[in-house]
């Protein structure tokens, strides 16, 4: 266990957000937040990174140009900072170059890849490098890699010395064990980390065997529990488009019946879940408070909850949008 924050009979003020996909400007508006409400622990639940490379491709009479949501652009190097704001600002990543290295990415798919990859390791590096810089050092910070985070960023976390890889591990909030995972279980997208829901089921049980008490615990899980309407999504076609009924997309529960069984069986005081980002809100299940937050990335929104819990109880549960 990686002890925190001391007594139970402390408050602690808990932050939750998740679902960022590569958005820099919600990243820094989440340690922004975590410093202003003054949070004990901070905490990241899943899909940190993004999805996408956007090359600003630097031509020969010095000018950038770049193809960025349906339409091509051309900036000299006035608006070269603004454009790359742009790109970041709504989760792609973008990717500084020239005419020679996009001709070669365009003849190799390989190559595509290893400039992502690249590209979004240094940017991860570079957004843990702002946890020194705006979040006090008394609040600690919990990154969980999410389904869509490729395996090298759990390394990338877990040797950096201002964060917390929450993946497996059992975390002292304030005398409350936490467990995290961001395993899913299976979605149309066939994403990095998804398995049945049998073989999650039983990584959820590896988890919850190493608790001491799971009934003051955390789950930090991002899977909603199915059927608890955290989890409501498009029902999708073949072609993985929505599907309308009289005129409204038509929405069914995605979330994970391992997660849901868990949470029944153990009653933890919290759950804390994502990855299903129309479905904000919170419920309970039993005697289990359970929060999604939702995700507004492409937008540049912060969606997050404050959770304040005083011994085994939650005296603040808190919706914060901005």
């Not at 603004?82 to 390989?110: F, P, Q």
């Not at 299903?276 to 809100?281: N, T, V």
Request: net charge negative; aromatic share 8%.
């Amino acid at each position: 266990m990686t002890p925190l924050f001391g007594k139970k009979e402390s408050t602690a003020k808990i932050l939750f957000a998740t679902d960022m996909h590569g958005s820099e400007g919600v990243w820094r508006k989440f340690l922004n937040a975590s410093s202003m409400v003054k949070a004990d622990v901070a905490i990241s639940g899943g899909d940190l990174t993004g999805k996408m490379i956007v090359p600003v491709v630097e031509t020969k009479d010095g000018k950038y140009s770049y193809y960025f949501l349906g339409e091509n652009h051309l900036v000299d190097s006035s608006g070269l900072e603004k454009a790359l704001k742009d790109i970041r600002g709504i989760g792609y990543y973008a990717y500084l170059t020239d005419e020679k290295r996009v001709d070669s990415m365009r003849k190799d798919s390989l190559k595509v890849d290893e400039v992502f990859m690249e590209v979004m390791q240094s940017t991860l590096k570079n957004w843990l490098n702002l946890i020194q810089e705006k979040v006090p050092r008394e609040t600690q910070v919990i990154v969980c890699p999410g389904n869509d985070d490729r395996f090298p960023v759990d390394d990338i976390i877990r040797d950096h010395k201002d964060v917390v890889n929450g993946e497996g591990k059992v975390i002292d909030v304030c005398g409350h064990e936490m467990i995290s995972t961001g395993w899913t279980n299976p979605s149309p997208w066939k994403t990095t980390r998804e398995e049945s829901e049998e073989e999650h089921e039983e990584r959820l049980e590896r988890y919850v065997s190493q608790l001491k008490d799971p009934k003051s615990a955390i789950f930090n899980f991002h899977s909603p529990p199915y059927q608890s309407k955290l989890d409501d999504a498009p029902l999708l076609d073949e072609e993985l488009n929505p599907i309308l009924q009289a005129g409204r997309v038509e929405m069914v529960p995605v979330g994970s019946k391992a997660v849901r069984k868990m949470i029944e069986k153990y009653q933890p005081l919290l759950g804390l879940h994502g990855h299903i980002h129309e479905a904000s809100g919170s419920i309970r299940i039993g005697r289990t408070h359970c929060v999604n937050p939702g995700s507004e990335y492409a937008e540049g929104i912060l969606r997050a909850f404050l959770i304040e819990l005083k011994a085994n109880k939650i005296i603040r549960l808190q919706r914060i949008e901005g």
